[in-house]
């Protein structure tokens, strides 16, 4: 079965300092690996995602994420954080064995940005 | 172009009840997904509609029941409600050429 373990569930960074949210996977198959944030009482925006293209995948707002195949991982980095990324973000698998498009969450990483 | 919507934004309801929640997807999307998510959680998948068919589901008790129309609008069902159902319900959707999904802001149901 698929699964993701989002190894943090609190990060806190000085504003203006690298942002790492680290999340490992696990897949029977090759995967479809996505980040999601999702900002206080709000729905969930997408943020990234990797689908068997390049390795290190850029999204919005700054964030990037490296699929390593060799490490089950998908890291999320971001190198100066801001104020406004202050949110819950979860890492996300999708394993097109398993269904089509069913998506597994992490138990997400609440991102803190110090002042 | 509007994205995914979802009524109502709010809802109470009593142990016992049943109680109906709605999504639209966005437009050009025919597959239409509804995630539970607990406070403190992240979201657990219940079920998918595709061609007004329910594809997948989740780990869910069949009191959970959806139906998606012609137009590709869904809505989710939950009878004989509990105090656990209390959660925010998301919907997402998607097409079949692409693998992500996009949210809509959720239904926050409180069942006391």
């Known amino acids: 079965a698929q699964s993701v373990t989002q190894l943090d569930s609190h990060v806190s960074v000085s504003e203006g300092t690298p942002v790492l949210l680290r999340c490992n996977y696990s897949?029977?198959?090759?995967?479809?690996l996505f980040w999601y944030v999702q900002h206080p009482n709000k729905g969930l925006q997408l943020l990234l995602k990797?689908?068997?293209?390049?390795?290190l995948v850029k999204g919005i707002n700054g964030f990037e994420a490296e699929f390593k195949k060799s490490e089950t991982s998908f890291h999320l980095t971001k190198p100066s954080a801001h104020m406004s990324d202050a949110a819950e973000y979860f890492c996300v698998v999708s394993d097109p064995y398993f269904g089509n498009e069913k998506l597994t969450f992490g138990t997400g990483t609440r991102l803190t940005i110090i002042p | 172009d509007a994205g995914v919507t979802q009524s109502p934004t709010h809802l109470i309801k009593t142990r016992g009840q049943q109680v109906t929640l709605r999504c639209s997807p966005k437009s050009g999307h025919d597959t239409v997904s509804w995630y539970q998510q607990a406070l403190g959680q992240g979201p657990q998948f219940i079920f998918q509609y595709y061609e007004e068919e329910e594809r997948q589901r989740g780990n869910f008790p069949d009191r959970f029941s959806g139906h998606q129309f012609p137009n590709y609008s869904s809505e989710l069902n939950v009878n004989a409600l509990l105090l656990g159902d209390s959660a925010l319900y998301l919907c997402?959707?998607?097409?079949?050429?692409?693998?992500?999904?996009?949210f809509g802001p959720g239904t926050r149901l409180t069942v006391t």
């Open positions: 990797y689908t068997s293209a390049a390795t």
């Open positions: 997402a959707s998607s097409t079949g050429v692409r693998v992500e999904q996009y």
């Open positions: 897949s029977s198959y090759s995967p479809s």
